[in-house]
């Protein structure tokens, strides 16, 4: 595979080298910190992904079914039984955090360096992606855009859901137009429709949308047909793998149909719309999560966007790719879970994650025009450095902050948490905070390896 034709192409292989090295710094920062529980959760939930993958290695990987194991019959087993399943998401993630914590432990960074090496993984199979049929600079930038977006300066090493759906949307797009242009990896497109739903609920929704608009392009192209069946074909199985995994766990544990009735009360607690006035607190939730997730730079990119949608319009045409039009739907998909599942959207700022690639590609397309239509390049170069600078000075001063507001008290957190370890075996541990600090239980687990009450 060619990933360059021509000199043309060197700068914005440079460019795409450069940011993926950039995103990789900026992630890492502070790897090894404690954990934090921040007001924006920057490592809240990474403790209970270590408590969990931890008892999940206990049982291990045949018992648990590739799943997520919540608890155990004896913890202090070295090869315990499962006695209750992680059922709040599809168990795609217990696979892939099994054999990394495996490898490298339990550690502060080992979470934060999975979720990183999935981000960049995006990131540069989203620039494969884009490059089929727009120009590679156009790739490089929407890469650069992406990656200087605050929500995935704060967001993208946190492991969690998000970023392994996002991981196959980039994958997804790949596949899309490497069958569009060269009739190869259509199988490749159902493994990535297959893997965004196994992954999250939220799958369900970006491959429905993804297969409406496969069916809408039909009638143009006839590969699009193929991919439609392909991707109905993927959320079937998708499906089946979700529930199936389940029902394999249930031999153990004997609680497939209570799973299925609890899946009605999840729905139920995560859509509760909270009384009178919600809506309203809602809207202006998301607005705020808005200025924090995407700042300054990313709103000049939509207005300026808005200006020169033709020109947008005539790029994203010349190019042949739907593309854009998938990033747009992405966006709305995301919109449509957040309003689904409003009460857990009210609290948690990185539900607006598939939000980013629409900014992204719309930053991507206007430098491509700027470069093109403005005579001095270095005006457009300034404008675009300036734009740029904006994101990535926001998302670090946010996520900086945090880091310096949480890390003292952090600190000191764990080194109180960590001499509980040396309390005589027979005194017991309580945890008495609120259901608000539900990841502060796991963090007190996580310090302590102690079974708290």
């Not at 992904?49 to 079914?65: P, R």
């Amino acid at each position: 595979m060619k990933l360059f034709c021509s000199k043309q192409d060197y700068p914005a292989i440079a460019l795409l080298v450069v940011t993926i090295f950039f995103q990789l710094f900026i992630l890492t920062f502070h790897i090894s910190d404690s954990f934090i529980m921040g007001g924006v959760l920057l490592n809240g939930n990474q403790a209970f992904w270590l408590h969990h993958a931890k008892l999940t290695n206990s049982v291990g990987m045949i018992k648990s079914v590739g799943g997520i194991v919540s608890s155990v019959d004896s913890p202090e087993a070295r090869r315990a039984q499962p006695k209750t399943w992680y059922d709040n998401h599809p168990q795609f993630i217990g696979l892939p955090l099994q054999l990394w914590t495996r490898i490298f432990g339990y550690s502060e960074w080992v979470p934060r360096l999975f979720a990183t090496l999935f981000t960049i993984s995006s990131s540069i199979l989203f620039w494969l992606a884009i490059k089929q049929r727009h120009p590679a600079i156009t790739a490089s930038f929407f890469v650069l855009c992406w990656s200087a977006l605050p929500i995935i300066i704060q967001f993208g090493s946190m492991t969690d859901q998000e970023v392994l759906v996002t991981f196959f949307i980039a994958l997804s797009w790949y596949a899309q137009e490497k069958y569009l242009t060269a009739h190869k990896w259509s199988n490749v497109w159902m493994i990535a429709v297959i893997g965004m739903i196994w992954s999250d609920w939220s799958g369900f929704i970006f491959a429905g949308f993804y297969a409406i608009i496969h069916f809408w392009l039909a009638k143009e192209n006839v590969s699009h047909k193929i991919l439609f069946k392909k991707t109905l074909l993927g959320i079937i199985i998708g499906f089946c793998i979700i529930f199936g995994q389940r029902a394999l766990q249930s031999l153990i544990t004997h609680d497939f149909f209570s799973y299925i009735k609890a899946l009605h009360g999840l729905y139920s607690s995560r859509s509760d719309s909270g009384g009178d006035g919600f809506w309203i607190r809602w809207i202006y939730s998301h607005i705020h999560f808005l200025h924090i997730n995407f700042q300054y730079g990313s709103a000049a990119i939509i207005i300026i966007s808005l200006f020169f949608h033709k020109k947008i319009s005539e790029l994203i045409h010349q190019s042949k790719s739907p593309l854009f039009l998938f990033a747009f739907v992405t966006a709305i998909g995301g919109l449509i879970y957040c309003i689904t599942f409003s009460h857990l959207t009210i609290w948690h700022l990185y539900f607006q994650y598939y939000y980013t690639f629409i900014v992204a590609f719309s930053g991507a397309c206007l430098t491509t025009i700027f470069l093109k239509k403005i005579n001095t390049q270095s005006i457009a170069i300034i404008m675009i450095i300036i734009i740029i600078g904006t994101m990535v000075s926001s998302g670090f001063q946010i996520t900086y902050s945090s880091i310096v507001k949480y890390k003292n008290e952090a600190d000191e957190v764990r080194s109180f948490l960590v001499s509980l370890k040396n309390i005589s075996p027979d005194k017991k541990i309580f945890y008495t905070g609120n259901a608000g600090e539900f990841f502060g239980l796991y963090l007190t687990k996580y310090y302590t390896e102690r079974i708290i009450l």
